[in-house]
Nanobody, 118 residues
Framework: QVQLVESGGGLVQAGGSLRLSCAAS????????MGWYRQAPGKQRELVAA???????IYADSVKGRFTISRHNTKNMVYLEMNKLKPEDTAVYYC????????????WGQGTQVTVSP
């Protein structure tokens, strides 16, 4: 099993920055990709960013150029650096991990709230 615990959410003004952290533990050798999803009230969950073990990253169009995903493998940490935040970035952000040979992300953290005020 894999456990994911997020931290770093909070309230920030538009244009500000936040860094989300995710501490991963458990059977990490089974993981091929890690990333971040978000879900705003009344909206579907959205993949924000993801990174393979080889370092290839993808981003949602809405966050390209503003958000950066990174991993510190020896510390089993995943980060999401969020800059130039907008009110529409307000959501619960979830750290996710995908097991090897799985298409979907099958491990989820409990989520952390990010609120961006106008």
């Amino acid at each position: 099993q894999v456990q994911l615990v997020e931290s770093g959410g909070g309230l920030v003004q538009a244009g500000g920055s936040l860094r989300l952290s995710c501490a991963a533990s458990g059977s990490l050798f089974t993981i091929a990709r890690m990333g971040w999803y978000r879900q705003a009230p009344g909206k579907q969950r959205e993949l924000v960013a993801a990174q393979t073990n080889g370092g290839t990253s993808i981003y949602a169009d809405s966050v390209k150029g503003r958000f950066t995903i990174s991993r510190h493998n020896t510390k089993n940490m995943v980060y999401l650096e969020m800059n130039k935040l907008k009110p529409e970035d307000t959501a619960v952000y979830y750290c996710v991990a995908a097991s090897i040979l799985r298409i979907e992300f099958d491990h989820w953290g409990q989520g952390t709230q990010v609120t961006v005020s106008p």
